[in-house]
């Protein structure tokens, strides 16, 4: 009994460091490490789905991440905070949109350079931004817009009122 005992907890701790090694593995590849270099801000009124560590991205290429996301409490605003890589130099009229990978993806910060030849400084704030949009939010406009027109739409046909006979 001894014997099975001591094979079983030896089991159980291969089992366990394996997993630790799995867990480490992945912690360490997700791509989700910051990135070195300046730190810019800008104010959304929704950052629905970004997150500590999300991309920063410039034309599909990630070029930074965001490191601080807090609520402004005179402006009720979200102010985010992002590196971006030192050789990415953004002009001032630049903006940024909070988008998604995807239908299912997760969000990201997506910045587009404009064509002013002043840059922002370290520390300074992208004033052109759009906030993130809510799925939801439009599929309920969706259907409350399509239950309308089929609301109205049955109407004006057959032996309704006022339709014709």
């Known amino acids: 009994m001894a014997q099975r005992s001591l094979t079983e907890t030896l089991a159980g701790a291969v089992v366990l460091v394996v997993a630790l090694g799995f867990l480490g593995y992945a912690v360490a590849n997700t791509g989700r490490t910051p990135v070195a270099g300046y730190t810019l801000q800008a104010r959304f009124d929704r950052i629905d789905g970004l997150n500590i560590g999300s991309d920063v991205r410039v034309a599909g290429v990630k070029v930074g991440s965001v490191t601080a996301a807090r609520?402004?409490?005179?402006?009720?605003q979200a102010m985010v905070s992002f590196t971006v890589q030192d050789g990415v130099k953004l002009p001032t009229d630049s903006s940024a949109e909070v988008t998604s990978d995807g239908l299912?993806?997760?969000?990201?910060?997506s910045l587009v350079p404009g064509g002013e030849e002043?840059?922002?400084p370290p520390g300074g704030a992208v004033q052109i931004t759009q906030s993130s949009?809510?799925?939801?939010?439009?599929?309920?406009?969706?259907?409350?817009?399509v239950s309308n027109l089929s609301s109205q739409g049955g109407q004006g046909k057959g032996g309704g009122p006022g339709g014709e006979k």
């Open 71 to 76: 609520i402004d409490p005179q402006t009720y």
């Open 104 to 109: 299912l993806g997760g969000k990201y910060l």
């Open 118 to 120: 002043k840059m922002l």
């Open 133 to 145: 949009v809510s799925l939801e939010q439009l599929l309920g406009k969706f259907i409350f817009s």
